[in-house]
């Protein structure tokens, strides 16, 4: 059926790196923008990257600019997100989803309505 | 940066009450505001886009409203099954998300 389905999670120390990937299937992948989000445990959501259907543009937010780089390969049917330089602070549940677009007569805008089940990360010495 | 404020954080209540949850944005995003239901170890999943249109498959029960700045999230009879954190997320500019509602049995 249409899912993603991310991978890669684990244990990291400060400092070292981790790739999450995330896999989709039934949809044409490259149709659509996606996003990565993260969720500490016990907060709420917060976004840590996004990345449109063709490679450009790329967003990120200030708290994870510099130290992660998100891409796609759209032949593959699938996302990454390269994390770097980890902190404590970065350990939560990553999940990627799919923003799909609706549009009026000004703009399109997203909303993201099919997720992952999500990958822990958990840094910590 | 859009900042994004619900209120309450969170609520207590019966089945069948009409529960209402706000979200306030710190700048007019016109009425690009979506609406995700979470429940425990769970993705969260799409209720409502564009303020008011709801998605496929998600129970009539649930209503969005506003523009602008200020939005709700009304649920008209709330149900066992209701009860989860919901989260609101503007989709103006970039993208940013409320801080969410835990909506727990009364």
């Known amino acids: 059926q249409v899912q993603l389905v991310e991978s890669g999670g684990g244990l990291v120390k400060p400092g070292g790196s981790l790739r999450l990937s995330c896999a989709a299937s039934k949809f044409t992948f490259s149709d659509y923008d996606m996003t990565w989000i993260r969720q500490a445990p016990g907060k709420g959501l917060e976004w840590v990257s996004y990345i449109s259907g063709s490679d450009s543009p790329i967003y990120y937010p200030d708290s994870v600019k510099g130290r992660f780089t998100v891409s796609r390969d759209n032949a593959k049917n699938s996302l990454f997100l390269q994390m770097s330089s980890l902190r404590a602070e970065d350990t939560a549940v990553y999940y990627c989803a799919r923003a799909a677009p609706y549009c009026d007569r000004t703009r399109c805008v997203d909303a993201f309505d099919l997720w992952g089940q999500g990958t822990m990360v958990t840094v910590s010495s | 940066d859009i900042q994004m404020t619900q209120f309450p954080s969170s609520l207590s209540a019966s089945v069948g009450d009409r529960v209402t949850i706000t979200c306030r944005a710190s700048?007019?995003?016109?009425?690009?505001l979506n609406w995700y239901q979470q429940k425990p170890g769970t993705a969260p999943k799409l209720l409502i886009y564009a303020a008011s249109s709801l998605q496929s498959g998600v129970p009539s029960r649930f209503s969005g409203s506003g523009s602008g700045t200020d939005f709700t999230l009304t649920i008209s009879s709330v149900q066992p099954e209701d009860f989860a954190t919901y989260y609101c997320?503007?989709?103006?500019?970039?993208?940013?998300f409320g801080g969410g509602t835990k909506v727990e049995i009364k």
């Open positions: 700048q007019s995003i016109s009425k690009y």
């Open positions: 997320h503007q989709s103006y500019s970039i993208l940013s």
